[in-house]
């Protein structure tokens, strides 16, 4: 349980993504966008990962997943401009 609620602090929410999107300059009628483009990139990746680990161990997976959602993270928290927000939302 413990280790789950850690893993779970890895995952900002999608109010953050907007949060960023206003620091960098979004305006709020274009904030939407930000979560268009994560969902996008979501179904596009959700079958190839799921096929994936039918492949692999699972636990890797899960592995290479939060080290992706680790990095991702840090490009978004770390960024100046709506290109490389966007680039951190898509990875």
């Known amino acids: 349980m413990g280790v789950g609620s850690l893993l779970t602090l890895a995952r900002f929410s999608e109010a953050f993504l907007l949060l ?3 620091a960098i300059g979004l305006t709020l009628a274009y904030a939407p966008v930000i979560l268009i483009v994560m969902n ?3 179904t596009l990746t959700a079958y190839p990962a799921g096929a ?3 492949r692999i161990d699972p636990k890797w997976l899960l592995v290479v ?3 992706f959602l680790a990095v991702a993270d840090i490009m978004i928290g770390l960024t100046s401009g709506l290109l ?3 680039f ?3 990875f």
Request: hydrophobic content about 50%.
């Open 20 to 22: 960023q999107g206003q």
């Open 40 to 42: 996008c990139a979501y």
């Open 52 to 54: 994936l680990s039918d």
């Open 65 to 67: 997943g939060f080290l």
């Open 84 to 86: 490389a927000l966007m």
């Open 88 to 90: 951190g939302v898509v």
